[in-house]
């Protein structure tokens, strides 16, 4: 028996594993997916919001910005790529500076530190390459930027470092009440009796809630359509910059990213299936049209990839937590979609404290706070170079040319708890395929990598998913 069961392994899930491994309970993590990661904490905008637009008195409110705090301490404990970079909202008009304005005392009152509302000399002096039309912008320096794979994994490393359980490819289809337990059963027949038990589910958070019986709220998912250009033209921008946001969200975005490319977006709008994660010439005009205003320079011919995500967004507008009226010990995260990353860390302390109203919570003395990042050899000094391939010559192979990954660094992606079982998985942790030639060039090597390290044929590698095969039988007889 389970103390504590978590559906679902994105940020909410991993950080909240993290947060509870730090106790003396039995813990697993059930998730649907081939891997940790594959849900809305891959595909969104990867910034640690300051915690000004959501509006006071709501949760989201209270746990971005608790959320953020976290996350500098996160950070170092666990190795994640974060850089608290700071962003800038600009105004164009008066309604836009009004917006600042409203802005400014909402931050104030959710207790944001470190906003201004600055003059365009200083915009201009922060960003040379904003719009000359700029009149004022709205500064926090409390906003990020992170890396939401990484985070992701660290979290879920960290947890099972510290005994947690995870299964993979454990859909979720059935949730009952027992004597003094619940049941929860899988679509391959597997049964897991906990005592507690936690929807994090994400999109799919309603269908879970529904399996106890929870018909509160409704999963209406708003598709975010991005681009992602070439590190060479990514110096551009410095800070997160927005446009002012809107009743449809915090609005397009021109952002460096922690890994030195540029992201430019999202959309908002809504789609009808959940997996529908489409990019459209439509969508990425709208994209387009914002940006140029916000960085008339900005080269989008330099885009080297576009992307989609879906929130879970819900009617509410704000994050829904709550005890399941049905079944006692089950909560669930309703509507967690932007700022759900950046609130990650913080959802997981709701989690703690909802679960310490029916166990008794006694911290582990033997405790792992700490998680190492696999190494970025191309990083190192010469000395740390030297060392590394004395004890591991796999990191004298370059695999992707663009990003300059080597082997040792991929092999290391495939054998660390949680490890990376398919192309993307490999690829969204030490990035080779993430480069201007996006995997054109070391996709094979990659596949024969996984093949070799986790022993089963080429074939049966997948891209990501179920069913996502990359090589469909072979023609000579040997690959
Ligand atoms: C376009 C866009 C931009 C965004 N930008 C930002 C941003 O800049 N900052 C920010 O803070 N937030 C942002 N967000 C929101 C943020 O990405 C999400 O709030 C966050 O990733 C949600 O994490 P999660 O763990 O709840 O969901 P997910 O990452 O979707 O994880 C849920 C997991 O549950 C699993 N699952 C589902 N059903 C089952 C089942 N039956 N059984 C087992 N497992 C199951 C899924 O496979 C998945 O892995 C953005 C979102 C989008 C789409």
């Known amino acids: 028996m389970y103390d504590c069961i978590i559906i679902g392994a ?18 697993a993590v059930l998730e649907k997916g081939t891997e940790v990661c594959q849900g809305t904490s891959k595909a969104n905008s990867a910034i640690v919001h300051g915690g000004y637009d959501a509006a006071y008195g709501t949760l989201k409110g209270k746990l971005n910005v608790r959320g953020a705090k976290l996350y500098q ?23 836009d500076e009004k917006k600042l304005e409203e802005l400014y005392e909402n931050g104030l009152k959710n207790g944001v530190e470190g906003l ?37 994994f660290a979290f879920i490393e960290n947890a099972m470092d510290n005994g947690v359980e995870l299964f993979l490819e454990e859909k979720v289809v059935n949730i009952r009440k027992e004597n003094d337990y619940i049941l929860v059963g899988t679509e391959k027949g597997s049964e897991f009796k906990t005592k507690i038990l936690i929807n994090s589910a994400g999109l799919y958070s309603d269908e879970i809630a529904e399996l106890a019986g929870d018909k509160e709220f409704k999963v209406k998912p708003r598709r975010g359509e991005y681009r992602i250009l070439d590190k060479k033209v990514s110096d551009i921008v410095n800070h997160v910059i927005f446009t002012t946001p809107t009743k449809a969200g915090k609005g397009v975005l021109v952002s460096p990213t922690v890994h030195g490319n540029l992201i430019v977006g999202p959309t908002s ?11 459209t010439d439509k969508g990425i005009e709208k994209v387009d049209e914002v940006a140029l205003k916000l960085v008339p320079k900005l080269s989008l011919n330099e885009t080297i990839r576009v992307f989609a995500g879906n929130r879970a967004s819900i009617e509410q507008g704000d994050f829904l937590i709550f005890e399941s009226k049905n079944i006692k010990g089950m909560l669930n995260l309703g509507g ?5 990353l950046a609130s990650s860390p913080a959802i997981a302390e709701e989690v703690r404290d909802f679960v310490s109203k029916y166990i008794d919570l006694t911290e582990k003395n033997n405790f792992i706070k700490e998680r190492q990042a696999i190494p970025h050899f191309n990083e190192l000094s010469d000395e740390e170079k030297e060392e590394i391939l004395k004890r591991n010559p796999n990191y004298k192979k370059i695999i992707c040319r663009c990003e300059m ?5 991929i092999i290391e992606a495939i054998h660390r708890n949680a490890g990376a079982r398919t192309v993307d998985g490999i690829k969204r942790r030490v990035r080779p395929g993430s480069g201007r030639c996006q995997g054109g060039f070391c996709g094979p090597r990659i596949l024969e990598i996984l093949s070799r390290e986790l022993d089963i044929p080429v074939e049966d590698i997948l891209k990501e998913s179920q069913g996502s095969n990359i090589v469909v039988g072979r023609t000579k007889g040997v690959l």
């Open 10 to 27: 994105g940020v909410v899930g991993a950080a909240t594993a993290r947060e509870l491994s730090k106790y003396n309970l039995r813990i």
């Open 73 to 95: 301490k996160l950070s170092k404990e666990l190795n994640f790529s974060y850089d608290k970079c700071g962003s800038l909202v600009l105004a164009f008009n008066d309604e």
């Open 116 to 152: 201004r509302i600055i003059d365009k000399d200083e915009i201009l002096n922060m960003e040379p390459n904003v719009s000359q039309d700029v009149t004022k912008a709205l500064y926090c320096s409390e906003a990020g930027i992170v890396c939401p794979f990484n985070a992701t």
């Open 269 to 279: 709008d809504p789609v009808d299936d959940k997996e529908d994660t489409r990019t």
């Open 336 to 340: 967690i979609d932007s700022p759900g």
């Open 405 to 409: 990954i080597t082997e040792g660094e």
